[in-house]
């Protein structure tokens, strides 16, 4: 099993700067070669937006056309950590974060379609970003 503990998170004006952090620590079988590792933003009354992942077999990485080229999601050097710098901060960034794990293959973990809750077992406890002036 795998637990996610997030941190980060905040609120800042339209513009700025912020990061979020997501530890994972334990092991599960990893069938895929690999986990995906994901960033899912949620506001009131919506579904899960998964807004940038990372699939661990080769480091390979997918952004929602809102947030690319303004978010960043990486891994720190000992692979443990799940990172989101997100730069360029805008009001409609504004939401729930959480950062999920599981093993799915690299093509799935990718593409940009998911099925948050039924496809993704781990999950962070969440961090709240409000972007506002």
């Known amino acids: 099993h795998l637990q996610l503990v997030q941190s980060g998170g905040g609120s800042v004006q339209p513009g700025e700067s912020l990061r979020l952090s997501c530890v994972v620590t334990?092991?599960?079988?990893?069938?895929?070669?690999?986990?995906?590792m994901i960033w899912f933003r949620q506001n009131t009354g919506t579904r899960h937006e998964g807004v940038a992942a990372l699939h661990t077999s080769g480091g390979a990485t997918y952004y929602a056309d809102s947030v690319r080229g303004r978010f960043t999601v990486f891994q720190d050097n000992d692979k443990n950590t799940l990172n989101l710098q997100m730069d360029s901060l805008k009001p409609e960034d504004t939401g729930m974060y959480y950062c999920a794990a599981e093993a799915i293959g690299a093509d799935y973990c990718l593409g940009g379609y998911y099925t948050p809750r039924a496809d993704f077992g781990y999950w962070g406890q969440g961090a709240q970003v409000t972007v506002s002036s």
């Open positions: 334990g092991t599960i079988n990893t069938v895929y070669g690999g986990l995906c």
